[in-house]
């Protein structure tokens, strides 16, 4: 079996090393590729908590080694926050079929 054909998306494509917030060219492929690791999904669940019941609080705290994705998380929930159509897309339409994620719960974005 060759390497390739472990993977459902083509890995022989340029891929970015480093996410830049600023960059808008391949949202679409960056909001598709994008893992929800268990312990971003237990932190992405605090959030939403806290989030959704603000108590008067103006900001978050995210913290991390270099490299840990910090900035690549935090676009990624600004882009579903915002939910503007991407290539035609909503954000959190390409969501929708992640385990765990109910479009139309009061405790998803």
């Known amino acids: 079996m060759q390497l390739e ?21 391949s ?11 268990n312990e971003v999904a237990k932190r992405l669940d605090l959030f939403l908590d806290a989030y959704l019941n603000y108590q008067g609080a103006n ?14 998380l935090l676009k990624m929930l600004a882009l579903l926050l915002e939910n503007k159509l991407i ?16 479009k139309n719960s009061p405790k998803t974005l």
Request: proline share 3%; no cysteine; hydrophobic share 45%.
């Open 5 to 25: 054909n472990l993977f459902v998306k083509a890995v022989d494509r340029p891929i970015e090393g480093v996410i830049k917030a600023d960059d808008d060219v």
């Open 27 to 37: 949202l679409y492929i960056e909001l598709d590729e994008y893992v929800i690791t």
């Open 87 to 102: 290539e035609d897309i909503a954000p959190l339409d390409v969501f929708e079929g992640w385990q765990g994620f109910e």
């Open 59 to 72: 900001g978050v705290w995210v913290s991390g080694f270099f490299g840990s994705g910090k900035s690549h």
